[in-house]
Nanobody
Framework: QVQLVESGGGLVQAGGSLRLSCAASGGSSSRYAMGWFRQAPGKEREFVATITGGATYYADSVKGRFTISRDNARNTVYLQMNLLNAEDTAVYYC????????????????WGQGTQVTVSS
């Protein structure tokens, strides 16, 4: 059983940056595909980014602004978010799945509790 704990959310002005962290325990995160998803009020949860081995994939809405990375020694996955705008306001969730990457939230096996990101315009 893998436990995931997100941190690093907060309030930031438009154009600013935040780095989210996802600490994994109960298993090595390097054995899983790791993903970041987000959910804004009144909207469905949406894919943000995923990393499998060294390969990364992004939603079009964040490509070029967000970077997903992992530190296997620390069992932690990061999401560096730059040039934030109001549309990035959401609860951000870290997730893990066995196998290769996926953009579908329904295919992920483990989820963190989420961390709030609020971008003020």
């Amino acid at each position: 059983q893998v436990q995931l704990v997100e941190s690093g959310g907060g309030l930031v002005q438009a154009g600013g940056s935040l780095r989210l962290s996802c600490a994994a325990s109960g298993g090595s995160s390097s054995r899983y595909a790791m993903g970041w998803f987000r959910q804004a009020p009144g909207k469905e949860r949406e894919f943000v980014a995923t990393i499998t081995g060294g390969a990364t994939y992004y939603a079009d809405s964040v490509k070029g602004r967000f970077t997903i990375s992992r530190d296997n020694a620390r069992n932690t996955v990061y999401l560096q978010m730059n040039l934030l705008n109001a549309e990035d306001t959401a609860v951000y969730y870290c997730a893990a799945r066995r196998g290769l990457y996926s953009r579908s939230s329904s295919t992920y096996d483990y989820w963190g509790q989420g961390t709030q990101v609020t971008v003020s315009s």
